[in-house]
């Protein structure tokens, strides 16, 4: 009795360490999976981040791991350079961990997690897109049709359209309604989630405007489809998410800045913004949700500020130069 007491006040006493909870947590993400709760991507990112940032809390007792445990964690990867938002996801995943361990009755004495109350400081440092003029713009797609590169028709719907590069991949000739000169833009490529076409980033369809240029290219393309599906040819680099490397090793052979490929996108909204195009025509083409990104395109194209200094005439005027520079015999 003595000894089943002893072995029956261990068990009561054993903690379940951070290795072991994690264990729990991906058993209870698999099945989350299997159920089609997340998606594959999310159970990656989930176990990733636990993995990668966790390791050094691997033997230590679940329950025992206190906020300040966890507030040296994320101070520490501030210091490598972590962006604050990798540091909230992080923050996030590890709640989850331990409200699991909770919930599954596995501590004694936490109640809730011990990130509760932890404020991860969002660093506001904006900076400057990348972009090209005018001239530069059409020195590039000038330069990929006269090379016969087979990314020209890609850069230049594009530059035309302002569509995202998963969604230019997964656009079909069912999308194009030459009729009423229109794109239905309501699909997307995501090679990250197994390489499946699903809806557009925002979630919701939108339509693009088929304009002159627009026309011409739309319907060249046609022309040499030979019966393909898709709107544009699918390079195989592509679909391996290497548009962004191959438009910058292009800019770079024919002396532009490199650019990314999503700057495509920012030119096409920069480019409507100089001309005029109301903002709120812009994001609705463009499929933003709300202004706050179009501000960003607003400031790169220098409306707010065009013009806004001509009013400033401080200087003396000519003829009084000419009369001080007469007395002091400049």
Not at 229 to 242: D, V
Request: net charge positive; proline share 3%.
């Amino acid at each position: 009795m003595r000894l089943a007491l002893r072995e029956m006040q261990a068990q009561e006493n054993k903690t379940t360490t951070w290795s072991e909870l994690c264990t729990h947590f991906e058993m209870h993400l698999r099945n989350r999976l299997e159920i089609g709760e997340i998606s594959k991507k999310s159970f990656e990112d989930y176990l990733a981040a636990i993995r990668n940032h966790t390791f050094n809390w691997t033997n230590l007792e679940f329950d025992q791991i206190s906020a300040f445990d966890c507030e040296q964690l994320f101070t520490s990867l501030k210091q490598q350079q972590y962006s604050s938002g990798h540091i909230r996801r992080l923050k996030g995943v590890i709640s989850k961990v331990f409200e699991l361990g909770i919930k599954l009755g596995l501590s004694k004495t936490l109640t809730r997690s011990p990130t509760f109350g932890i404020k991860i400081k969002k660093v506001q440092q904006e900076k400057k897109p990348e972009t090209l003029s005018l001239a530069e713009i059409k020195l590039l797609l000038s330069k990929a049709k006269e090379l016969n590169s087979p990314w020209y028709p890609i850069w230049a719907m594009a530059l035309l359209t302002g569509m995202r590069s998963g969604e230019l991949y997964a656009l079909t000739w069912d999308d194009v309604d030459f009729q009423n000169r229109e794109i239905t833009i309501s699909k997307s490529y995501c090679r990250r989630s197994g390489g499946i076409i699903k809806s557009t980033k925002a979630g919701y369809w939108r339509t693009v405007p088929i304009s002159k240029d627009l026309h011409s290219l739309l319907r060249e393309l046609k022309l040499n489809s030979a019966g393909r599906e898709s709107a544009l040819p699918r390079l195989t680099a592509w679909k391996r998410s290497y548009q962004a490397k191959e438009l910058r090793k292009f800019c770079m052979g024919i002396g532009l800045k490199p650019i990314k490929f999503h700057t495509l996108r920012a030119l096409f909204a920069t480019q409507l913004i100089r001309e005029g195009i109301a903002p709120i025509v812009i994001q609705k083409i463009c499929g933003w949700r709300d202004l706050e990104t179009m501000q960003r395109y607003i400031r790169l194209a220098g409306i707010e500020t065009k013009g806004a200094t001509n009013s400033l005439e401080i200087l003396p005027s000519e003829e009084a130069l000419e009369k001080v520079s007469a007395l002091l015999k400049i």
